[in-house]
């Protein structure tokens, strides 16, 4: 323990100490005839009187309460960030497991189609699939798929189709007549062979550009080719965004869903091609809409059907029914959830196949896949706003 003295206060006592006046300054005679003298007090520290509160104590107080509140803010920040984590993790779990349910639905599919020219009766129907079936669905213990079927001859071939059909075409999706005249001239330079030593007023185009670069003058080989085709823009290729009435974004039709490298012949599937196809093979506006009302009832299954139209003959010859063997898929699966119901969230994936010629060949071949294909499938719209 400190002695006052060695503070420097000498004199100075208290009662936990030693006796010492009661109060300072006070008077206190010892006994009769004692000189009366005067004790002067002087003041005790803080740190020797426990009942002064000391001016650390609060600030000692204050930094635990700073140093509480800065890790409470670190543990909020960490689960925050760990909730996260996990809720993308689980979304990319699902997001995978549609993924292989589509390509899943995308295999039976194409099993189907080969059971549909193997298996059918004897009027040609078969209960797999038929030259005028459009969509497939299939009913998986973990989620459901809708398989849409595109026969490439929906589509225009680019390598072949004429130039008046190509500015038809480019017309229909909204392109000015001087600007749709101009890429039309642009992809049949693109295709034509040119002479050696000469330069097309395209080519020349093509020269002064950053980077430069010539067309081939050959076939196309992948119908992306028609971006860097002098006046064509991402928006005409790949079609844009609109509102329907009901305010939802409605995908509209670009040119890269008209056209093919795969389709043979001028002809056109009467169940699938776009309204700006059918419109760009010579058919008048009535008769489009009027094919695309008929086949919203009931598609055609022949011909004959076709023919009982009434369309005029020089756009009657421009239509068909069926696909030829060559196909675009596209399936969109959505997971089954624990109550039962379809899950929100879907996943697509779509494949360009060629099916064998032959009925005893059941085989087919893959050139093209697509693992995050554009669908907008009406049924899954219909489903979900009727949930």
Same mark, same amino acid.
Request: charged share 20%; hydrophobic share 40%.
């Given at each position: 323990?400190?002695?006052?003295?060695?503070?420097?206060i000498e004199?100075?006592? $208290?009662s936990?100490?030693?006796?010492?006046?009661?109060s300072r300054?006070?008077q206190?005679?010892?006994s009769p005839? &004692?000189?009366?003298?005067t004790c #002067?007090i002087?003041s005790?520290?803080?740190?020797?009187?426990p009942?002064?509160?000391?001016?650390?104590?609060?600030?000692?107080?204050?930094a635990?309460?700073?140093?509480a509140?800065?890790l409470a803010a670190?543990?909020f920040s @960490?689960?925050?960030?760990?909730?996260?984590e996990i809720?993308?993790?689980?979304t990319? @779990? %699902?997001?995978t497991?549609?993924y292989?349910?589509?390509?899943g639905?995308?295999?039976r599919t194409?099993?189907?189609m080969?059971w549909?020219r193997?298996?059918?009766s004897p009027?040609?129907?078969?209960r797999?699939?038929?030259?005028?079936t459009? *969509?497939l669905r299939?009913s998986f213990p973990t989620?459901d798929?809708i398989?849409?079927i595109?026969?490439?001859t929906?589509?225009l071939?680019l390598n072949?189709v004429?130039p008046a059909? @190509?500015t038809r075409l480019?017309?229909a999706?909204?392109?000015?007549?001087?600007?749709?005249?101009s890429?039309?001239a642009?992809?049949?330079?693109?295709?034509?062979? *040119?002479?050696?030593?000469?330069?097309?007023?395209? %080519?020349?185009?093509? @020269? #002064?550009q950053v980077?430069?670069f010539?067309p081939v003058?050959?076939s196309?080989q992948?119908?992306?080719?028609?971006?860097?085709?002098?006046g064509m823009t991402?928006e005409l290729?790949h079609g844009?965004?609109?509102r329907?009435p009901q305010g939802?974004?409605?995908q509209?039709?670009g040119?890269?869903?008209?056209v =093919?490298?795969?389709?043979?012949g001028?002809?056109? $599937?009467?169940?699938?091609a776009p309204?700006?196809v059918?419109?760009?093979?010579?058919? #008048?506006a +009535?008769?489009?809409?009027a094919?695309?009302q008929?086949?919203a009832? &009931? +598609?055609?299954?022949?011909? $004959?059907?076709?023919?009982?139209m009434?369309?005029r003959?020089?756009? *009657?010859?421009r239509?068909l029914v069926?696909?030829?063997g060559?196909y675009?898929l596209?399936a969109t699966?959505r997971?089954?959830l624990?109550d039962?119901?379809? *899950?929100? =969230?879907?996943?697509?994936a779509?494949a360009?196949?060629?099916?064998a010629g #032959?009925?005893? %060949?059941?085989?087919y071949?893959?050139?093209?896949w $697509?693992d995050?294909p554009w669908? &907008?499938?009406e049924q899954w719209?219909?489903e979900?706003? =009727?949930?």
């Amino acid at each position: 323990m400190w002695q006052l003295r060695d503070l420097g206060i000498e004199g100075l006592r $208290d009662s936990r100490i030693g006796s010492c006046p009661r109060s300072r300054d006070q008077q206190v005679p010892k006994s009769p005839g &004692q000189q009366i003298t005067t004790c #002067s007090i002087p003041s005790i520290p803080y740190f020797l009187n426990p009942s002064i509160p000391s001016p650390r104590r609060g600030s000692a107080l204050l930094a635990v309460l700073w140093l509480a509140a800065a890790l409470a803010a670190i543990a909020f920040s @960490l689960a925050s960030t760990v909730r996260g984590e996990i809720e993308r993790t689980s979304t990319a @779990l %699902d997001g995978t497991r549609e993924y292989y349910l589509a390509t899943g639905a995308l295999e039976r599919t194409l099993l189907y189609m080969q059971w549909g020219r193997r298996y059918a009766s004897p009027e040609g129907v078969s209960r797999y699939f038929n030259p005028w079936t459009r *969509s497939l669905r299939f009913s998986f213990p973990t989620g459901d798929a809708i398989v849409e079927i595109i026969p490439e001859t929906a589509k225009l071939n680019l390598n072949a189709v004429p130039p008046a059909d @190509l500015t038809r075409l480019l017309n229909a999706l909204g392109a000015e007549p001087e600007r749709a005249q101009s890429i039309s001239a642009g992809i049949v330079d693109w295709r034509t062979p *040119s002479r050696e030593g000469t330069l097309t007023e395209f %080519d020349r185009y093509y @020269l #002064s550009q950053v980077p430069s670069f010539r067309p081939v003058h050959a076939s196309f080989q992948e119908i992306e080719e028609l971006l860097i085709v002098r006046g064509m823009t991402p928006e005409l290729f790949h079609g844009r965004l609109d509102r329907d009435p009901q305010g939802r974004l409605v995908q509209r039709t670009g040119l890269k869903d008209c056209v =093919s490298i795969l389709g043979s012949g001028l002809a056109v $599937d009467a169940n699938t091609a776009p309204l700006e196809v059918l419109e760009a093979v010579g058919l #008048s506006a +009535p008769e489009a809409n009027a094919i695309l009302q008929r086949r919203a009832a &009931q +598609p055609f299954r022949s011909i $004959d059907q076709l023919r009982a139209m009434g369309l005029r003959a020089e756009a *009657s010859v421009r239509l068909l029914v069926g696909g030829a063997g060559m196909y675009t898929l596209r399936a969109t699966a959505r997971l089954r959830l624990a109550d039962g119901k379809l *899950s929100d =969230s879907s996943r697509s994936a779509g494949a360009t196949v060629v099916l064998a010629g #032959s009925e005893n %060949d059941s085989g087919y071949r893959v050139v093209r896949w $697509d693992d995050h294909p554009w669908v &907008q499938d009406e049924q899954w719209t219909q489903e979900r706003s =009727s949930q």
